[in-house]
């Protein structure tokens, strides 16, 4: 009889160095503040700062577990997993570099071509080449089965047709790695026949059109592809084999700290000023998110060992991004009820809390959707645990 299928969150171990890997970043943060390139900023969010990503470029934290002949340093996942906790924490400008370092860069060395890898790799890391992600389209989201975006043959190459929607930072970025339909549907396969291309923003035919999201901010766009003449080497991987790719890359970017460290920065402030001001009953609250914390980053670590040894841990990751977009959403409405009893109690809710509070509030229906909705996340648990 075989075994019930069961997720298995693999205990992490973090390296020797993270000590000196913590001190390298917060040294690299401080001079880059000193510089003015990073900001003590007063609402939630990843901003964007390209000569900030050349400094992490320069410093060597980008493409970290790369080869070295791609400009890598060779590094162990959970290292990299250390540098990426430390920026976040730092709310650090990374916006530019980071789909590309995340996803984009390991998707390339995995499926792409030497010629690619020679290509596109070395530019990454230096904090100079940044790429973003097109899975979304207007009419389809969850079931990317149903993108329409078409690549069709033209001599070596191929010509490109469609639209990408909620692409968030390609208004700042060369390069998207998108799935495209290369061959027509066949309802016994609805994924077969999809492919991922590498293609270069800058083509003509390519327009980028922004998209405001409720807190005002441009984070997201919406990109038109209208005849776009594709080189016969924008193909990544493999003809009509592209969603296999793409299911390696969503474990990638479901599992990482970004998915539960978004409102850190309020949680921080709260514990900084209410806490001590409201007492008990704060203590209580803020602790208990405080413990959430440490449990999702030990799952999240777990899984960063497990993408070391080469494992696509789907399930588990896809358990941390619920768990941690949900511990995200707590953190705002929890923030929202202190500030209440704050301002019962005749306390003044402090500025910079304020406004970030503000802006989570704005954002928080995005942790849920962004990376894979919850109720797709929870279809995915329930196949991989044989529920459905
Ligand atoms: C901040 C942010 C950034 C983003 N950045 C990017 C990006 O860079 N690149 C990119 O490609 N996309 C990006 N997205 C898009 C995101 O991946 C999609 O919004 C998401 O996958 C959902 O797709 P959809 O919006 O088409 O909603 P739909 O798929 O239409 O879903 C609508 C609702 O129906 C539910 N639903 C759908 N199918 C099922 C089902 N089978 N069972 C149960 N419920 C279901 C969903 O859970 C959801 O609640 C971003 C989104 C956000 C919010």
Redesign the pocket.
């Given at each position: 009889m075989s075994a019930a299928p069961t997720f298995d969150f693999l205990p992490p171990l973090l390296p020797a160095n993270a000590g000196s890997l913590r001190a390298e970043v917060r040294d690299l943060v401080a001079r880059e503040r000193a510089a003015g390139r990073v900001a003590v900023k007063d609402r939630i969010g990843m901003a964007y700062n390209a000569g900030f990503s050349r400094a992490c470029g320069e410093a060597g934290l980008i493409g970290m577990t790369w080869p070295k002949r791609y400009g890598g340093r060779e590094a162990t996942a959970m290292e990299r997993y250390v540098v990426t906790e430390e920026l976040l924490a730092a709310d650090a400008p990374v916006r530019g570099h980071w789909?590309a370092d995340r996803q984009s860069g390991p998707v390339i060395l995995r499926y792409g071509t030497e010629a690619q890898r020679e290509r596109f790799l070395p530019p990454i890391t230096r904090g100079e080449c940044f790429f973003?992600?097109?899975?979304?389209?207007?009419?389809?989201?969850?079931?990317?089965a149903a993108v329409r975006t078409r690549a069709v043959r033209e001599g070596a190459g191929w010509r490109l047709n469609g639209t990408?929607?909620?692409?968030?930072?390609?208004q700042n970025s060369q390069f998207m790695i998108?799935i495209c339909r290369t061959t027509p549907q066949d309802m016994k396969d609805r994924y077969h026949g999809l492919s991922q291309f590498i293609i270069d923003l800058s083509l003509p035919g390519v327009s980028i059109r922004p998209v405001i999201?409720m807190a005002g901010g441009h984070?997201?766009n919406e990109v038109h592809f209208e005849d776009v003449p594709l080189a016969g080497d924008a193909l990544l991987g493999t003809l009509d084999e592209g969603w296999k790719q793409v299911s390696a890359e969503l474990a990638y970017e479901r599992s990482g700290p970004e998915r539960w460290l978004s409102t850190w920065q309020v949680l921080a402030e709260l514990n900084a000023t209410l806490g001590p001001a409201l007492g008990d009953e704060a203590e209580d609250r803020i602790g208990a998110l405080l413990a959430e914390t440490l449990t999702l980053r030990e799952m999240s670590l777990s899984i960063a060992g497990m993408l070391e040894r080469g494992m696509t841990p789907n399930l588990e990751a896809a358990i941390v991004k619920d768990l941690g977009t949900r511990f995200e959403r707590r953190t705002v409405e929890v923030t929202r009820d202190l500030a209440e009893l704050a301002t019962e109690r005749g306390l003044a809710v402090p500025v910079r809390l304020g406004s970030l509070l503000a802006s989570a509030i704005l954002?928080m229906?995005?942790?849920?959707?962004?990376?894979?909705?919850?109720?797709?996340l929870?279809?995915t648990i329930a196949r991989g645990l044989g529920l459905r």
């Open positions: 789909v973003c992600i097109g899975l979304s389209e207007p009419d389809s989201g969850s079931d990317l990408k929607l909620w692409t968030t930072n390609a998108a999201n984070e997201f954002m229906p995005a942790f849920t959707i962004r990376g894979g909705t919850t109720e797709i929870r279809g």
